[in-house]
């Protein structure tokens, strides 16, 4: 049994001291399976990449391949839902205590409601309520009509790490609009501790201390580079906003997303609201 977690995990020193015991995280944005886009390339790589997941404190992942722009064509739901499949059986012969559920990573696309209602994109853990966008990175475009198109069709989008989009972040605004109108916002774990730069890493901050921030997940694309950073994001999170803030972010609202739940705000946690 390769570095097993147990069910119950103390994350932190304090917990501990307070046995107080918390479920593993759950990871709703991971490129984990192999040969789909550029994460692994290999089945081997990528149990190596579940091997690192499991070690971070992770029990639940979503994989959630490209789709769309420059991957146009490469999967299906029907694709990802087999690659899924075997992953979880290899995982589970092997005795890993980790849980892979479909999803997928959408660019952003006028063709994505037609796509979802023919079944080729699925949803995160494939539950028909979240849809994982990604927005380009090269100019910034008003995704407004499109987020109330998802809506009206029953699926809430959940915007991915923002905090990584220059064009974006420079048009903050619109995010605070987004949100405000039911949009939710994922930001990376490695973000939050500086992997992705330091304006990458400011602007994380920002939108958790602004409130926008529903999700963390690690974006992992394998074991060594772009690599889960959960449990030190979780500590990093506890550390500046408490313990709940932290638990809300990267445990409960994840867990309550691939239930296909609605999620819980920020706003009963904190009210610090700061300028970027």
Not at 4 to 14: V, W
Not at 116 to 124: G, N, S, V
Not at 132 to 143: A, N, Q, S, T
Not at 222 to 241: D, E, G, I
Request: contains cysteine.
């Amino acid at each position: 049994m390769k570095n097993q977690i147990r069910a119950n995990t103390l994350l932190t020193e304090d917990a501990a001291q307070k046995e107080v015991f918390w479920k593993p995280f759950t990871d709703i944005h991971c490129h984990c399976l192999p040969a789909f886009d550029d994460g692994p390339t290999t089945l081997n790589q990528s149990i190596s990449l579940c091997e690192t997941l499991i070690a971070d404190g992770i029990g639940t992942v979503v994989a959630t391949p490209h789709f769309l722009g420059a991957y146009d064509g490469n999967a299906n739901a029907a694709t990802v839902r087999e690659a899924v499949n075997c992953l979880n059986q290899i995982l589970w012969e092997d005795g890993m205590g980790l849980t892979v559920l479909a999803g997928a990573e959408v660019r952003v696309d006028e063709r994505i409601c037609q796509l979802l209602e023919d079944d080729i994109i699925p949803t995160i853990g494939d539950g028909g309520q979240y849809i994982l966008l990604e927005l380009p990175h090269e100019v910034f475009i008003d995704i407004d009509l499109l987020l109330t198109e998802l809506s009206s069709g029953g699926i809430t989008a959940l915007i991915g790490h923002p905090e990584r989009n220059v064009p974006l972040m420079q048009q903050s605004n619109m995010l605070f609009k987004w949100v405000e109108n039911g949009a939710l916002l994922q930001i990376t774990a490695a973000s939050l501790i500086g992997d992705y730069g330091p304006e990458a890493k400011r602007s994380a901050w920002y939108l958790v201390a602004n409130n926008l921030v529903s999700v963390v997940a690690t974006d992992a694309h394998n074991a060594h580079h772009a690599c889960p950073r959960m449990s030190a994001a979780f500590t990093l999170v506890a550390k500046q906003f408490g313990e709940e803030l932290a638990r809300l972010l990267c445990i409960e609202n994840p867990s309550r997303i691939v239930a296909g739940l609605d999620i819980k705000p920020t706003l009963e946690n904190h009210n610090e609201v700061v300028n970027r």
